[in-house]
């Protein structure tokens, strides 16, 4: 009796769950080695690997480089046909094959030998030539794959992939990698731009939009029709922040008052308006906007006068 798709998926989920804590439990003082190794490295971290294992060393060089190791993918078999110039000596290898015997990469360890490039290879087999041949040896022996047919890569690419993201997160902890570090790597995608600070999106300088307490009401609405941000400070005469006139104050004035006109700025005014420092996160900026329900926050230096601006339109892409 044939098996349900979540029996398979279930046990193939389990096989490979195994496999990455079976290469949890085999590691030693090599791992160590492995990272002061490529800790070292003042070239770049070039992985390879073939077929199934090449497509994972291609993801293993992308998380490398994002968090601060360079690294780029080589292809073992074009390299031996001309892309060896891609290695320099300041370079280090890492290289993954589940077997040990792939016939590329054993032919471009001949190379690397005479170049003097230390290589790291992550293999199912200590006994193996890639092995034997390596600098250091990271082992990822599996039990067995969880293709129900035992053929198609499976454990042995889930833990090998595994490995690999354990040495880029011991990397990035070794080099004191910080989030700052990250969105300075990532300022395209949504990821990176909840990460950067709240300095790095401000409007500043005569972009900032305020008036003086006594400022008339003519002279407010000049104001916030100028700057566009439907909000303007109000300052005392020391230039410090004690309110804000938005769109809506305004409004509620007109119903109110019989003669609006009259009227200072600081007669109408939003007392205390919400403000974050230049160092919050985006994110972080953009939960008091939606706390809050407001659209623009101030931002103040330590005497409490505004430095910056920041909308809600400059946090859409967290949205």
Known sequence: MSRSPREVAREVLAVEAAAVAGVAAQLDERFDEAVALLLGCEGRVICTGMGKSGLVMQKVAATLSSTGAPAQFLHPAEAVHGDLGVITPADRVLAASASGTTHELLRLT??????????????????????????????????????PLGLAPTASTAATMALGDALAMALLEARGFTREDFARLHPGGSLGYK?????????????????????????????????????????????????????????????????????????????????????????????????????????????????????????????
């Open 195 to 319: 990460l950067l600070r709240v300095e790095e999106l401000m409007h500043t300088g005569e972009a900032v939009p305020s008036v003086a307490m006594d400022a008339p009401v003519t002279e407010v609405v000049a104001e916030i029709s100028a700057r566009g941000f439907g909000v303007t400070a109000v300052l005392d005469p020391a230039g410090r922040l004690v309110g804000c006139v938005t769109d809506g104050d305004l409004r509620r004035l007109m119903i109110r008052e019989s003669s609006p006109t009259s009227h200072a700025a600081a007669a109408f005014m939003t007392h205390s308006p919400r403000t974050v420092s230049r160092r919050e996160s985006a994110q972080g900026a953009m939960r008091v906007l939606e706390e809050h329900r407001i659209t623009a926050l101030f931002i103040c230096d330590a005497e409490g006068r505004p430095e910056g601006l920041l909308h809600l339109h400059d946090l859409l892409p967290l949205r």
């Open 110 to 147: 001949a190379y690397l030998e005479r170049l003097g490039v230390p290589m790291i290879a992550i293999t199912g087999d200590s006994s193996s030539p890639l092995a034997t041949h390596a600098r250091i040896h990271l082992p990822a022996v599996i039990d067995q794959e969880a293709c």
